[in-house]
Nanobody
Framework: QVQLVESGGGLVQAGGSLRLSCAAS????????MGWFRQAPGKEREFVGA????????TLVDSVKGRFAISRDNAKNTVALQMNSLKPEDTAVYYC???????????????WGQGTQVTVSS
């Protein structure tokens, strides 16, 4: 079965950095767009960014542009979210997701990981 497993979350002070990783199994990884989403307490799930199957094209929500970056390694079946200059408003559970197509702003994807907590203190 398909499994997406996130890691790398934790507690960090504002201005710090974290790198989240997602390991995929049970799917032909290179055939899927990979995305990152987040959900803060009391709020709806939010699209953060996505990267196409070749890794040459990525998109990010405006609030994280210039601070976050997405990358993927198809040889290792992994996708990463590098988060720099973190702000308290970035605090959320971060989920990786996979689908044949992921549109900017969507709340939906075919496959989801279990999530990893990111907490940014002021």
């Amino acid at each position: 079965q398909v499994q997406l497993v996130e890691s790398g979350g934790g507690l960090v002070q504002a201005g710090g950095s974290l790198r989240l990783s997602c390991a995929a199994s049970g799917l032909t990884f290179s055939n899927y767009v990979m995305g990152w989403f987040r959900q803060a307490p009391g709020k709806e799930r939010e699209f953060v960014g996505a990267i196409n199957w070749t890794g040459h094209i990525s998109t990010l929500v405006d609030s994280v542009k210039g601070r976050f970056a997405i990358s993927r390694d198809n040889a290792k079946n992994t996708v990463a979210l590098q988060m720099n200059s973190l702000k308290p408003e970035d605090t959320a559970v971060y989920y990786c997701a996979a689908d044949v197509s992921i549109r900017s702003g969507t709340r939906y994807a075919n496959y989801w990981g279990q999530g990893t907590q990111v907490t940014v203190s002021s």
